[in-house]
């Protein structure tokens, strides 16, 4: 029996808006506060596990420059990967930040329930995983009008659209740092646009909950009659 679908016709991945605390208010100053960062910063986001997959060391060298030099600051929501390879990744994380004296303009908070609520009020998702069969964390952002820079990998390319979204090379560090800047660098009216057709994105019924569920019913009743 052939139960496999190509990339372009599967059933997408969900997400959950209940996930999304409407009632807060002034939420980014909250949040600002709490982490001791300047109200007037602008806030890269990371979610997911630090872990090798992940790449979080490519994450914080590629922009390691903008940090030290701009009133940036890199946020990491996700535990840390407990094995040897996840310490050992963290052992380079923490060298690289004393390297480039970037310590004080990166924050850890580990697991946190208001991921998308975090999203909301951040300026740029910086997401430098090298295997994703789906990024959910991708649509999550969009859902939210949050713009992403990504490494083009995999299934990146079905699901980010540019150029409002910029996918770039692997190991390129100097062109994923520069589509930070560009990003960071839109006028407020573009920066509006962008967010309206992302959230138009994240949105799209492909990946609403009750939808999956009616697709996926109905995909598998087709196996058994």
Request: proline share 1%.
């Given at each position: ?34 982490q001791n960062i300047p109200k007037d ?60 004296h970037i310590k004080s303009n990166i ?51 079905e699901i980010v659209d540019q150029p ?62």
């Open positions: 029996m052939e139960c496999l679908y190509s990339c372009s016709d599967s059933v997408s991945n969900s997400i959950n808006d209940s996930r999304i605390d409407k009632n807060i208010v002034n939420c980014r100053d909250i949040f600002c506060k709490q910063s602008k806030l890269l986001l990371s979610v997911g596990r630090i872990c090798q997959n992940k790449r979080q060391d490519f994450l914080i060298k590629s922009l390691s420059k903008i940090l030290d030099e701009n009133n940036i600051f890199l946020i990491f929501l996700g535990d840390i990967d407990p094995s040897e390879k996840g310490v050992e990744l963290w052992i380079r994380i923490k060298e690289i930040e004393n390297k480039f924050r850890y908070l580990g697991y946190r329930k208001d991921v998308m609520d975090i999203m909301s009020f951040c300026d740029v998702l910086v997401h430098s995983s090298i295997t994703e069969a789906f990024g959910l964390v991708l649509v999550e952002a969009m859902f939210v009008g949050l713009p992403i820079v990504a490494i083009n990998t995999e299934a990146m390319t409002d979204n910029i996918l770039v090379d692997y190991n390129d560090s100097d062109a994923f740092r520069d589509a930070v800047i560009k990003i960071l660098n839109r006028t407020p009216k573009e920066r509006k646009l962008v967010c309206s057709r992302n959230k138009s994105r994240g949105s799209s019924s492909k990946y609403n909950q009750q939808e999956r569920t009616k697709i996926m019913t109905e995909y598998f009743q087709s196996l058994i009659t």
